[in-house]
């Protein structure tokens, strides 16, 4: 939970609500409560936001908060073609304290969600467990395979579910091809993975299966910040909403993922996360059965 | 019709049978016949190869042959990733000669392919059908982009359907988002719009309507020469056979074409085209669905 400022083709912001957990918690609200957020703030994050993530159904025992302190701060400029990004700033702030605790409350989760974070600071998480969940997902990134590989693959093979991007998937597995870098990665670990690929959809590997879902064309990407984030929060808020492990439904889960963030990039950071309901992700969700379904009955 | 000489990362072939009309053949015969080819070739193509399309319906009354010349030759080397490629040796050989006619013979023909050549001979082919088809396809590359493009733009006027990859899209338009730049290429003149985007499939665009078809995800690419105009002999063979326009059946076109694209790539040049029969395609076909297709009965 952070402060982003950005600065896209279309504009630029002052600081506005960021972080993975941030937009993970608004994207999975949609579909269940209650979340039990964890996560460190400082003194500065406004007491309107939490209160409406609360209002939500996000439990805040597990958020730190520093009074005096800081909450990170990330600014970027993404580039005319809105695929890559230059970081202005990174002020660590309050992250640089991390120590992440899991509330008796939290225990029993049987849906955990691992943001973007330093490998260890996610197995402490895993390590506080006292039941295994139904489903542990992974999130990471080409930092932490560039400065902690060891400490990734001690994560990796305590997690049900690993989400990338081609490009990581490519890093971590030494594989070009993405049906051989999903079987090695599976091999260190997770039984699911899911490779996102921006405009292009995301790839989701179970066993010998493959499914591969749109994304929305859309006209402007307004701003990309946190989509992979929400399409995380989208898959796991509809898994534990429908508790329901089977291929057909992580499928619809991709979907619902994949609505969810086609939702997060037409505005500015998570506003539109706040302003959508049922009827509009429905609405949404229809426009992908018509995007990427057919039938076979001329063949 | 030509000859390639091709490296990839998996070994290097001699002189073999290539280009757009020979693929796009060979993949259409799979559909329908008879295909009535236009082209020109030299002395040098070999007799075996004219009688093996000839056995697969596939007619000569417009392939012009210059007895004493050599056919086009192509040689080109892959990198790594498959998706870039320095051309060595181009010998354009009878290919400055062509000046191709529409035997009487042809005419009445309802689908046809305009393979990537300048446009104004792309040009000369339409102007000599005596009665619109029902629907005229449209290939060409950034080459003709940067060096013809007022004549590019004239054949555009005069198509139903162009078939470009991505960054052609964009070139072609000037917009980088998908979405915008169909919108406007179809004003150029095309109703239909296909843009291929390799491993990450194609997008099929015809009024407000999308359909987002996957590429089926393959563990090795042994040769992407060709797949484009596979894909779209794939996609034109299945609408001769089943002579539907309506947007379900341009989709099933797409997959078809997809589908052929997976398995051109599987070896050198169009050998695979020649090995496989209808089980083979529809065992493809039914991967296609249960890679794409979803349902939102959990929602």
Do not use: C
Not at 38 to 65: Q, Y
Not at 83 to 110: G, H
Not at 235 to 253: C, P, V, W, Y
């Amino acid at each position: 939970m952070a402060f982003d400022a950005i600065e896209t083709p279309f504009g630029k912001t002052d600081k506005i609500i960021g972080g993975s957990a941030t937009y993970a918690a608004w994207s999975a609200s949609h579909f269940t409560k209650p979340i039990h957020q964890i996560s460190i703030i400082g003194g500065d994050f406004p007491e309107k936001e939490i209160k409406a993530l609360k209002d939500r159904g996000v439990e805040f025992d597990g958020v730190e908060v520093l009074k005096d302190e800081k909450s990170f701060f990330w600014s970027g400029k993404y580039h005319e073609d809105m695929n890559t990004r230059d970081t202005l700033i990174t002020d660590l702030n309050v992250l640089e304290k991390f120590d992440p605790q899991v509330p008796d409350s939290y225990q029993n989760a049987q849906y955990v969600m691992l943001g973007n974070l330093a490998p260890n600071v996610q197995l402490q998480v895993i390590e506080q467990l006292t039941a295994k969940p139904k489903m542990i997902i992974l999130d990471t990134m080409n930092f932490w395979m560039d400065i902690a590989m060891d400490g990734l693959k001690d994560v990796l093979k305590k997690v049900d579910l690993l989400m990338v991007n081609d490009s990581e998937a490519r890093q971590l597995s030494g594989e070009y091809s993405l049906v051989k870098a999903a079987e090695k990665i599976r091999k260190m670990g997770p039984e699911f993975l899911i490779i996102k690929k921006g405009e292009h959809g995301a790839l989701l590997f179970h066993g010998d299966k493959i499914f591969s879902a749109p994304a929305l064309p859309l006209a402007d990407v307004f701003d990309p910040t946190g989509a992979g984030d929400t399409f995380a929060g989208g898959f796991i808020g509809h898994l534990a909403k429908t508790d329901d492990l089977s291929f057909d439904n992580m499928k619809q889960a991709v979907i619902v993922g994949s609505a969810m963030a086609s939702f997060v990039v037409e505005k500015f950071g998570n506003e539109r996360l706040t302003e959508i309901n049922a009827h509009d992700i429905n609405t949404r969700l229809k426009e992908f059965i018509s995007l990427a379904n057919f039938e076979l009955d001329n063949i």
